[in-house]
């Protein structure tokens, strides 16, 4: 069983469209996260969320829209894609704590064209 | 606000123990050290957390200094499989969030 699950995996899409990136985890965490890395391959957060409430939004443009219909799931809509949007985008999860571990989903590569 | 400092890079011989430094001069009371690995083309991998006191577990140690203004990660026998980049990360200073910094790239030459 995959811990952290994001799909898809790969995803290509036009200037414009509006796409999006599911993620679930099984671990019963309470806390799950997006980040983003960019080809320099530096991760950034984006969004934390904590019992499905956004506790962290780090500057994210407002067309990037995070959405968690329940302590599992956390699902990312991206509107008017642009170029610069094209990264591997990373969901995790954790318990809330600064002392607790957090795993990683496996990346969605996005390549907008 | 904390931050961490660690080598660009750094290569290490199969089966022989690598020590990845990591400098956090500034780490506040309540920073735990984090260290995380990432193998290419997969997401971070949790390695190894402590706080104040050495810890180990199945794929590393963590040594703390005194202080806790330093910490090094240690593989004990690396294999071609730990070729990754590693980053150290103080989870307390930036609140309930990972905030990764460049990492250290190992290297594993067979």
């Known amino acids: 069983d995959t811990a952290v699950s994001q799909t898809p995996k790969y995803l290509v899409t036009q200037m414009g469209n509006d796409k999006s990136i599911k993620c679930e985890q099984n671990l019963g965490h309470d806390t799950m996260y997006w980040y983003k890395q960019d080809s320099k391959k530096f991760l950034k957060i984006m969004f934390s969320y904590n019992n499905k409430e956004l506790i962290i939004n780090e500057t994210v443009p407002n067309r990037f829209s995070p959405k968690s219909p329940d302590k599992a799931h956390l699902n990312l809509h991206i509107n008017s894609l642009e170029l610069g949007d094209s990264a591997v985008y990373f969901c995790?999860?954790?318990?809330?704590?600064?002392?607790?571990?957090?795993?990683f989903g496996q990346g969605t590569r996005l390549t907008v064209v | 606000d904390a931050k961490t400092t660690q080598p660009n890079s750094m290569e290490s011989n199969e089966e022989e123990p690598v020590h990845l430094p990591c400098n956090h001069s500034?780490?506040?009371?309540?920073?735990?050290i984090h260290w995380y690995r990432q193998l290419p083309s997969q997401g971070p991998e949790y390695v190894i957390h402590g706080l104040t006191s050495n810890v180990n577990n199945r794929m590393a140690s963590l040594a703390i200094a005194e202080d806790r203004k330093s910490s090094t990660l240690i593989l004990h026998r690396a294999t071609l499989r730990d070729a990754a980049v590693y980053y150290c990360?103080?989870?307390?200073?930036?609140?309930?969030?990972?905030?990764f910094g460049a990492g250290t790239i190992l290297r594993v030459k067979s």
């Open positions: 990360i103080l989870t307390a200073t930036y609140g309930n969030k990972l905030v």
């Open positions: 995790a999860s954790s318990h809330r704590g600064f002392d607790t571990e957090a795993f």
């Open positions: 500034t780490i506040s009371g309540t920073d735990y």
